[in-house]
């Protein structure tokens, strides 16, 4: 386990648009606020949904004298509505993901541009970590993050949407807690507490889309854990 972590905002993200290398301009702005020491093995980079969204043209023209205008894609998007209360749709994604508006966005967004989810963030994840680690040859995690409601609770937190890099569950079943008794049901989504911390420093209107953390157990990096795995399986819901 972590003995202490350290977050850090990256500022200096230009204003993305599709097309744009990604991976390279975080690494840049990585170098001016990390200067001299850098990118370091077992450094963890949390990049907003918006800007991955952003680079891989997952955007859509609305109508920007009818705040309701993006209400149709909220429904093309989804695979099943969950509930509805006047204009507000739960819906599933074809992510799995439950989410208002199926995860379309339209904040800090041009009035006439909506968001939608990227069609893979794990895969966006794969990308950006092994363009850095290319060019940078370090081994860094990345996890693609975005803002999420939780039923029965006021509020948002950031969760991810993707990984790379890291274990996306840490496993404590057949353990012990403190007191020795074996723990059977425990899991730890690990990559939703660094995504929530994360945002702590972003903001939601600092315009800051990318931070990194640094001091996380390297027990936890690894290949092939996927955010896909996260969700939950139909058999396994005792909601749906």
């Not at 949904?49 to 894609?73: G, M, R």
């Not at 800090?108 to 968001?115: D, E, G, L």
């Not at 939780?150 to 274990?167: F, K, N, V």
């Not at 315009?207 to 996380?216: C, H, N, Q």
Request: overall charge negative.
């Amino acid at each position: 386990m972590s003995a202490r972590l350290e977050i850090i905002p990256i500022p200096g993200l230009p204003e993305i648009v599709p097309g744009n290398d990604l991976a390279g301009l975080i690494m840049d702005a990585c170098q001016n606020t990390l200067h001299p020491e850098g990118l370091q093995d077992h450094d963890v980079l949390v990049v907003s949904q918006k800007v991955v969204s952003k680079a891989e043209n997952k955007l859509e023209v609305v109508d920007p004298a009818d705040p309701l205008s993006h209400k149709p894609l909220v429904l093309r998007e989804s695979v099943r509505v969950v509930r509805r209360r006047g204009e507000l749709i739960i819906s599933e994604t074809k992510h799995g993901y439950i989410c208002a508006n199926a995860g379309i966005d339209r904040s800090n967004m041009a009035p006439n541009i909506a968001a939608l989810l990227p069609d893979d963030s794990d895969r966006s994840a794969r990308r950006i970590r092994d363009a850095i680690r290319g060019r940078l040859e370090v081994d860094v995690a990345i996890i693609v993050a975005d803002t999420f409601g939780r039923p029965w609770r006021r509020g948002l937190t950031d969760i991810a949407l993707g990984c790379a890099g890291i274990r996306p569950i840490l496993d404590l079943r057949g353990t012990e807690d403190a007191v020795g008794r074996e723990l059977h049901v425990t899991e730890v989504c690990i990559v939703d507490e660094l995504a929530g911390a994360a945002e702590l420093v972003r903001g939601k209107s600092d315009g800051i889309a990318v931070a990194l953390i640094r001091g996380v157990d390297p027990a936890w990096f690894g290949p092939g854990g996927v955010v896909a795995n996260v969700v939950r399986s139909p058999t396994e819901d005792l909601f749906r």
